[in-house]
Every structure is written in C-alpha cells, then in structure tokens.
C-alpha cells in the first residue's frame, strides 16, 4: 500500500478494517471513503468467498427487487480506496491481533448469524427446525445447503409474525413454479416441488396490532395465487389495551388488512395460511423423536408498563396437529474470540458503535461496530445506513483526536499476513467471476443465477477461469 499526502497533510491513509460484507459493512465503507477530510483505506472481509451477507443469503428469491441494492454496494465496491477479502474468516484465519497490527480501525459488521431458541420442551425433536436454517438452505448459503426439511407433511407452523416468518411461510405456500426462474438452490426448488404441505399455522404471541411484519409482506400472503390468508375475526379485533397502537398510522394499516382479511372467511384456494394472534408455543410434542403437534397457550394482552403490550398465558391450552415446525423469533449474535460479546442481548456490547470491553464496560479503542451486531436484528436493509453513518461519524472524530498515532508507515499490510499462512483470498474482482459465471449457469436453465452453494466449488471455479 502507498502512504500518501492528502489535503488535510496527513501523510498515510487511514487504515480501516471491516469484518462482513453485508449492508451494514458497506455502508460503512461508503461513509469512510466518501468523507472528504483524509485519505481512508478500507478492507473488507468475509468469511465467505461472496459478499453482501443476508442480502445474498438472506432475502428470499422472489424479492428480487430488494435484492437490487446490491447494485449500490458495486459502486462502492469500486470506490478508490476499497479492497475485498473474501473467505477469509475472523478467529479463523486472521484475529483480532493481527487487525490491531495492520489497521487504525476496526469495524465489527457480523450481524447476527444464528437463530433464537424458544426454550420450551421438545425442541430437540426432528422436524422442529430454525428459520434461519430453512432461509439459508433456499437461498444456497453454504453453511445450510446440507439441512433436509421433510416437506411431505401436510400441517406446518411458523412460529413469530416478523418478516422472516413471512419469507418463510411465503415459499412454503406459494406456487413453486414462481419460484424457478429467480436464483433459489436447485435442490431447494425441487424439495418445493414434491413438497405436500398444505396448512400453515402461523402464530403470533402478541395481537395484530403488535405484529413485526410489514403492510407490504403480509399483504403478499394474502394475494398467493394457490393460498389464502385465513384470520379469526375474534383475533383480528383490537382490544383495550391495543387500541393506543392505533394511533401510529403503519399500525393502523396493518391492522385495518387484517380486520379486512378475516371477513374473507376459509376462500377456496387449496392451501391455507392459518394466522393466529394471542397464542404462545408451550411444548412441542412428537412421537418417535418426530414433532407430532404443537401444545399452545392462550394469552391475555397486559400494559407492560413501559407505554408497550406484553403477552401473558391464560392457562387455556390448545394443541395442533403440525408435523413440522420453523421457528421464526428473531436472530442472535454468535461470540467471536478475542471480540467483547453480551451473551444476554447477543450483540457486541458498544457505546454508539465505540465497542466496549464485556467486563470493564471501557471502550476498546480503534474498535467498532455497526448494523445487528451493534443494535440488534431488527430493522429494513436502509436502516444500516444512517447507523453506519453515525458510527463512522464516531471514528472520524476518534482518528482526528488521534491523527499522530495512525498510519504508521511500519504498519504491515494483511495481504502479506494471508499469503505467510497460505490463506487464498477472494478479491472483489474474483468475485465478480464467480458472479458472471452464476448468472451463465442460471441461464442455460433460464434463471437469472445459479448460485455455488459450497466454498470449494467457488474456489475450484476461480482457479479454472481467468480473472
Ligand atoms: P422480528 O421482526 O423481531 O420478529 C420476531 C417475531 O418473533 C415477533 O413476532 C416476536 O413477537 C416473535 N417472538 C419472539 N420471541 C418469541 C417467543 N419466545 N415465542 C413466540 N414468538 C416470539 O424478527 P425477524 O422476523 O427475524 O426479522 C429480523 C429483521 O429483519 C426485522 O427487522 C425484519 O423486518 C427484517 N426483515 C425484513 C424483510 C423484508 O423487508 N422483506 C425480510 C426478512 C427480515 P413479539 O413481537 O411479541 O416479540
């Protein structure tokens, strides 16, 4: 790397490093390298040999258009200044030593890579799977294209009523032809394709007017073409304690479909998606180590206290009779060594993105975080940006208060440190051969991409083409 002299006299760059390559990571890149005050080298990496996180993994394939933000990502990507270090894993191949000896900062962007449990009996029963296992496993994320999901069951639950129970409830009722020219797994396509689920109980444990899921997504399921969107009258009705929510107009929206969408009755499309309010998983049950049916409590709505709406079981029990269950609750973060973690909250414990050490609560200079790992996993794919933003307003402000200490010109360059361990990076460039070569796969079936789904395949494809 050239140190040079930019307008502000600083005679190196800032040296940046940015663990993941989601939106949140490349929001922060763009805030460092558009920033007019000094000269900001960023390096970005991935454990993966592909970027953009959950946007590639992630979004379900028939939102597509969501997936086009991507486009934005490119144009960073191709800013001066920016490099790619794809399958190159934190506490893997490099750590948190080697980052404090080749940058200024440090940018945690991980997000929050695994599935929150709901910590009832039963859930060590086959057949009772993660949402996040089944989005990766369509979707063809390494990790998760070896999972199987018996699709031969007619009854199935999803628990939680955020937008990732909607994906999921979403390609489990809808017409898996829609589903074959987008970028879904092969494998993944065809288990849709045999699969005889008919029912799908999705269960929120809060009222409608609590729900997690946007207007626009549960608008979706009520418009599948082979499933209708059946909701209780009885359930869809606000009650007293709700009624306040009502004065958020996105509240109202919501809830004004569902009292709508359950004057609609049974319909008389083949599938059913049964939503269901006020109802809490208490115990999966099964037989033959094989979910059988779902014991549920009935709950009562309660002031929390707070200005919120908690739910609390009634002691009215009810069971299902679902041979397979997703439970769609939320994300947790995953700990990563030698970086501070809050096992409670799941997420990297931080001061407005300054990180903080888990036992001293003192912030760890030079490091940061941004996105789920920061705040938690909520909030759409434009929400990262304005949060990277301020947590680059942060480092910014950090290095200007410390401009002698960065850029040391001894500082060693981590292209060095991966080829001393023999460590095969994938570069921005690489990437974008792997990405040609997925969309002439998907081609020849006439998809828009056939994704790799293994990291072997990614790098023998890299090694048999030119670069
Ligand atoms: P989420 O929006 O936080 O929803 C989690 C759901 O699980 C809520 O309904 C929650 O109910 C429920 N829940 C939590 N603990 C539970 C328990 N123990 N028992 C029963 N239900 C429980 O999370 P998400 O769906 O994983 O989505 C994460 C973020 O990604 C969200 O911000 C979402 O909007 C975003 N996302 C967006 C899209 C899109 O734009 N199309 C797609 C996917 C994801 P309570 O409300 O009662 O806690």
């Known amino acids: 790397m050239t140190a040079s002299t930019n307008h502000s006299g600083f005679l190196h760059p800032l040296r940046v490093a940015i663990i993941g390559s989601g939106p949140s990571g490349f929001y922060a890149a763009e805030a460092l390298l558009k920033q007019q005050g000094f000269k900001v080298q960023v390096d970005m990496f991935d454990r993966l040999p592909t970027p953009y996180g959950l946007v590639r993994g992630g979004v379900a394939p028939d939102h597509q258009k969501i997936k086009s933000v991507i486009a934005v990502y490119e144009k960073i990507a191709a800013m001066s200044g ?39 009996p039963g859930e060590d029963l086959a057949r009772n799977h993660s949402a996040t296992a089944f989005v990766g496993w369509y979707n063809g994320h390494p990790d998760y294209r070896h999972e199987t999901f018996d699709l031969s069951c007619e009854k199935v639950a999803v628990v939680g009523v955020g937008n990732v129970a909607m994906d999921v409830t979403r390609i489990l009722a809808e017409n898996p032809e829609h589903l074959a020219k987008t970028d879904i797994a092969p494998y993944a396509l065809e288990a849709l394709r045999r699969s005889r689920v008919k029912e799908i109980y999705l269960l929120g444990r809060r009222g409608p007017a609590q729900a997690a899921f946007s207007l626009a997504e549960i608008q979706e399921l ?220 998907g081609a020849r079936f006439g998809k828009i991409r056939e994704k790799f789904t293994s990291v072997e395949e990614m790098l023998a494809s890299l090694t048999s083409e030119p670069v």
Not at 270 to 277: M, T, V
Not at 300 to 323: H, M, W, Y
């Open 82 to 120: 920016f490099r790619f270090f794809g399958n190159v894993a934190l506490s893997r191949d490099i750590s948190v030593e080697d980052l404090r000896r080749c940058y200024d900062q440090i940018v945690y962007a991980v997000g929050c890579e695994k599935d929150r449990s709901m910590g009832i």
């Open 222 to 441: 009520g418009h599948l073409e082979g499933a209708d969107l059946v909701v209780r009258p009885q359930e869809a009705a606000i009650d007293e304690v709700s009624k306040p929510e009502l004065s958020d107009p996105v509240v109202k929206k919501k809830t004004d479909y569902l009292i709508s969408q359950s004057g609609q009755g049974m319909g008389s499309k083949p599938k059913k998606i049964y939503l269901r309010f006020c109802v809490s998983p208490v115990e999966v049950l099964g037989s033959s180590g094989k979910v059988q049916t779902l014991k549920l409590e009935k709950n009562i709505l309660l002031s929390d206290g707070r200005g919120g709406v908690k739910a609390k079981g009634t002691g009215e029990f009810e069971t299902i009779p679902v041979s397979l269950v997703f439970r769609s609750i939320g994300y947790h973060g995953v700990p990563i060594a030698g970086v501070p973690f809050d096992t409670k909250s799941g997420h990297i414990p931080n001061d407005q993105g300054r990180v903080l050490d888990s036992q001293t609560r003192q912030v760890r200079p030079g490091e940061y975080v941004v996105g789920w790992a920061k705040r938690g996993p909520s909030g759409l794919i434009g929400t990262n940006r304005q949060d990277s933003y301020a947590t680059v307003n942060l480092m910014l402000e950090d290095a200007m208060a410390h401009s002698g200490s960065w850029g040391r010109a001894e500082q060693e360059d981590i292209s060095q440190v991966l080829a001393a361990r023999g460590i095969r990076a994938v570069t921005f460039a690489d990437w974008k051969v792997l990405d040609r070569l997925e969309v002439e796969r």
